[in-house]
């Protein structure tokens, strides 16, 4: 009889230790995308794409809602404010230059009416002058403002040594007229042109910054409601039913959201626009009509200093009437911008009678300087009466005031408008941001707890 052995004693499993050296532990990645092969880790992962995207659009729609209005800001304080003052100083110091030179043509003291014209003048450039000084940023408009600053004095004090030679009958004041009137303008206006050139760059980078839409916003915003819409489609085919609706919820704040961000920023874009078509724009003209205006007047009054034999001064005269009258001149600029303006449009054919009228004159005053008759040039020229040059010259300079005066708040208005239009924007839009992604997450939290209930 055979015996058999008893059986051999089950081993225990060895004991688990350390992985083995050079073996790969389970990896983040491996862990996430078996989460995302189950359905809620698939809800989670549609959940983060989209507060990414939410928050994202949020984020970008504020601050270029905030950008915006700062730069909108900007234009009428910093550049703006730089750019106004830097045109005003150009135009004081203009007519400042045409009125010491027609002053000096009256015998003795000048007249009252032509002191104040004077002093006024002197006043805005001095007032402009300082304002500029406050809002200049760069290191040549802070040179140029300096320079201005130097050569003021100097210039005025030409004019007065001028004016007190002239009331004692000494021809030396002509010379020092004629110097006070060269360093005007070979010195000071090109320094006051170019730092107006500077500001209105300025105020043009600026306004397009103002007009830029936000693109990076927009297609943020986009995303999110195309991954919104997916993402309500992919649950219907998961849990066949139609609608969720925290996604819903989700989707028409975004509607809203785009909504407010592409009116406000439209809106914006067109008022500023507006106040560059209406505002700066024409006075920008304006003011170089004014200006040649001035300076026409200031070289007719030295060519009648000298008597009517001044042929630099009669080619600058007959330059900057050209510049204002000729055929596409800076009168036709403003009929053609002015044109759907009735009341603007009056005050420009005044401005064009009053300047035919002055060049009509022009050349009497001019011969009877020449042929002797000094005291009736100076009369027609300077004198009160309707028919003479200052008259026509008043009332050409009065034209001009008035347009650049309504052009002036019309460009406040647009800018105010502008302003207006994203009042709120920035906080609304992130509000709505906040909600959407609030819908969406409870929407998805729905449907993951469905799993686990």
């Given at each position: 009889m055979a015996v058999q052995s008893p059986p051999a004693p089950t081993q225990a499993p060895p004991a688990a230790g350390p992985p083995a050296p050079g073996a790969a532990p389970g990896r983040w990645t491996d862990r996430v995308a078996a989460a995302?092969?189950?359905?809620?880790?698939?809800?989670?992962?549609?959940?983060a794409v989209l507060a990414v995207l939410i928050l994202g659009a949020g984020v970008t729609g504020m601050t270029s809602i905030l950008a915006k209005s700062a730069v909108i800001e900007e234009t009428t304080s910093q550049s703006g404010r730089l750019s106004v003052a830097a045109l005003q100083l150009y135009q004081a110091l203009s007519q400042a230059d045409a009125t010491a030179a027609s002053s000096y043509l009256t015998a003795g003291t000048p007249s009252e009416s032509m002191n104040d014209a004077y002093r006024t003048a002197l006043r805005d450039a001095t007032v402009a002058l300082a304002t500029a000084a406050g809002e200049v940023e760069h290191a040549e408009d802070v040179e140029l403002v300096a320079q201005l600053n130097a050569r003021l004095p100097v210039y005025t004090g030409l004019v007065e040594s001028a004016r007190t030679f002239n009331r004692l009958g000494e021809p030396v004041g002509a010379t020092y007229q004629e110097q006070a009137s060269t360093l005007m303008r070979q010195e000071m206006l090109p320094s006051a042109h170019t730092l107006q050139e500077n500001a209105l760059a300025q105020l043009t980078e600026s306004r397009d910054g103002a007009a830029a839409f936000p693109w990076a916003?927009?297609?943020?915003?986009?995303?999110?409601?195309?991954?919104?819409?997916?993402?309500?489609?992919?649950l219907t085919r998961k849990t066949n039913r139609t609608f969720n609706l925290g996604l819903v919820g989700?989707?028409?704040?975004?509607?809203?959201?785009?909504?407010?961000?592409?009116?406000?920023?439209?809106?914006?874009?067109?008022?500023?626009?507006?106040?560059?078509?209406?505002?700066?724009?024409?006075?920008?003209?304006?003011a170089q009509a004014e200006i040649a205006a001035q300076q026409a007047r200031a070289e007719e009054s030295l060519l009648l200093i000298a008597r009517g034999e001044a042929p630099e001064a009669a080619d600058r005269y007959a330059e900057h009437i050209e510049e204002l009258t000729a055929d596409g001149g800076l009168l036709d600029q403003l009929d053609d911008a002015f044109a759907d303006d009735p009341d603007l449009a009056a005050k420009i054919d005044d401005a064009r009678d009053a300047a035919t009228a002055w060049s009509n004159g022009h050349g009497e005053v001019v011969k009877l300087a020449q042929e002797g008759s000094y005291t009736e040039a100076v009369a027609l020229a300077v004198?009160?009466?309707?028919?003479?040059?200052?008259?026509?010259?008043?009332?050409?300079?009065?034209?001009?005031?008035?347009?650049?005066?309504?052009?002036?708040?019309?460009?406040?208005d647009a800018t105010l408008d502008a302003q207006r239009s994203l009042q709120g924007a920035a906080a609304g839009l992130a509000a709505l941001s906040l909600a959407a992604l609030i819908c969406a997450a409870v929407g998805i939290q729905v449907r993951v707890a469905e799993y686990y209930a």
């Open positions: 995302l092969r189950q359905t809620p880790g698939q809800l989670r992962g549609v959940l916003a927009a297609a943020l915003v986009i995303a999110a409601l195309g991954t919104l819409v997916w993402a309500q489609l992919w989700a989707t028409v704040l975004l509607v809203v959201f785009a909504g407010w961000l592409a009116m406000a920023s439209l809106a914006s874009a067109s008022h500023t626009s507006r106040s560059h078509e209406e505002g700066s724009r024409p006075l920008e003209l304006l004198g009160d009466d309707e028919a003479s040059l200052q008259t026509s010259f008043n009332g050409l300079n009065a034209a001009l005031t008035e347009a650049t005066e309504t052009s002036a708040d019309r460009f406040v």
